[in-house]
């Protein structure tokens, strides 16, 4: 059976609003952007709350265009809603926020610096000790499997490999909320089960706070505790679904268990899948 349940569990708030307990939360966001030429403004996302735990790990998904991505770029600070209010550990998000990192579907690594180098970049921006820094990097990398190519560049490695680095890089700063968006959607399939499971796995050690968008359904239920779906744009939170599989560390096994099925059906459904399908509209 799916389970659903409320988007925002309400468990008191502090002085400045924040729900207590909540590492980051959306409350009642709208973003809009100016029309091109006099146009009336478009509204990506409207009217959006949400609440994520600490060390949970939450799965948003939704049509292209209805302002998933939109959302993540609040969270961090790079957007500020034009209604509403975004909070990280409670405080009130003003502006790009040092407790959360955020990775791309690109890895954006820099070519004229080792893999290394790459990983230990926000390390350095930060001013962290050399040495101190070298070693956070080395451990992850070890971590992701790129023992070895420290010395190596970008060009030099495979897709799957810059896609490791830049979760090293990601995680080298240690942050409180770790945001992103569709990180492993340029890789072949058998590559991104590899990099998810080693993603399960670090998330789930470091208890890390996730929220993550995905067009990949099965991807989303095995990585995470919530799933959140989103409407088509102006695009708002229409249903949570709770995922009841346990091992949330280990998606290998999680993509084996008989569960899945329903949560993807009950996916589809709501994303209207095979209405669109049979409209020729993809």
């Given at each position: 059976?799916?389970?659903?349940?409320?988007?925002?569990?309400?468990?008191?708030?502090?002085?400045?609003?924040?729900?207590?307990?909540?590492?980051?939360?959306?409350?009642?966001?709208?973003?809009?952007?100016?029309?091109?030429?006099?146009?009336?403004?478009?509204?990506?996302?409207?009217?959006?709350?949400?609440?994520?735990?600490?060390?949970?790990?939450?799965?948003?998904?939704?049509?292209?265009?209805?302002?998933?991505?939109?959302?993540?770029?609040?969270?961090?600070?790079?957007?500020?809603?034009?209604?509403?209010?975004?909070?990280?550990?409670?405080?009130?998000?003003?502006?790009?926020?040092?407790?959360?990192?955020?990775?791309?579907?690109?890895?954006?690594?820099?070519?004229?610096?080792?893999?290394?180098?790459?990983?230990?970049?926000?390390?350095?921006?930060?001013?962290?000790?050399a040495r101190q820094r070298r070693d956070r990097a080395i451990a992850l990398m070890q971590r992701f499997h790129l023992k070895g190519f420290e010395d190596h560049y970008p060009h030099q490695l495979s897709g799957g490999?810059?896609?490791?680095?830049?979760?090293?890089?990601?995680?080298?700063?240690?942050?409180?909320?770790?945001?992103?968006?569709?990180?492993?959607?340029?890789?072949?399939?058998?590559?991104?089960?590899?990099?998810?499971?080693?993603?399960?796995?670090?998330?789930?050690?470091?208890?890390?706070?996730?929220?993550?968008?995905?067009?990949?359904?099965?991807?989303?239920?095995?990585?995470?505790?919530?799933?959140?779906?989103?409407?088509?744009?102006?695009?708002?939170?229409?249903?949570?679904?709770?995922?009841?599989?346990?091992?949330?560390?280990?998606?290998?096994?999680?993509?084996?268990?008989?569960?899945?099925?329903?949560?993807?059906?009950?996916?589809?459904?709501?994303?209207?899948?095979?209405?669109?399908?049979?409209?020729d509209a993809i």
């Amino acid at each position: 059976m799916v389970s659903t349940s409320s988007l925002v569990k309400q468990t008191g708030s502090d002085e400045a609003g924040a729900t207590v307990g909540a590492r980051i939360e959306f409350r009642n966001v709208t973003r809009r952007f100016a029309g091109k030429g006099g146009a009336a403004p478009v509204v990506a996302a409207q009217n959006v709350s949400l609440s994520i735990r600490d060390g949970e790990v939450v799965s948003l998904i939704g049509p292209s265009g209805c302002g998933k991505s939109t959302l993540l770029n609040m969270g961090s600070g790079l957007y500020l809603p034009s209604e509403g209010e975004v909070f990280v550990n409670g405080a009130r998000v003003t502006g790009p926020n040092p407790q959360v990192a955020f990775m791309l579907q690109k890895d954006l690594l820099l070519p004229w610096r080792s893999i290394r180098e790459n990983v230990e970049l926000g390390l350095h921006i930060r001013g962290m000790d050399a040495r101190q820094r070298r070693d956070r990097a080395i451990a992850l990398m070890q971590r992701f499997h790129l023992k070895g190519f420290e010395d190596h560049y970008p060009h030099q490695l495979s897709g799957g490999m810059r896609q490791r680095a830049a979760m090293a890089r990601t995680l080298a700063v240690e942050p409180t909320v770790l945001l992103m968006d569709e990180p492993f959607s340029a890789l072949d399939a058998q590559t991104k089960m590899v990099l998810q499971q080693d993603l399960a796995m670090t998330l789930a050690e470091e208890k890390k706070t996730t929220l993550f968008i995905t067009h990949d359904l099965v991807e989303a239920i095995t990585l995470s505790d919530r799933v959140l779906v989103m409407s088509k744009r102006p695009g708002t939170i229409i249903e949570e679904i709770i995922i009841e599989i346990p091992g949330r560390e280990d998606p290998m096994v999680r993509r084996r268990d008989s569960r899945i099925a329903a949560y993807v059906s009950r996916l589809m459904e709501l994303l209207h899948i095979d209405d669109l399908v049979s409209s020729d509209a993809i």
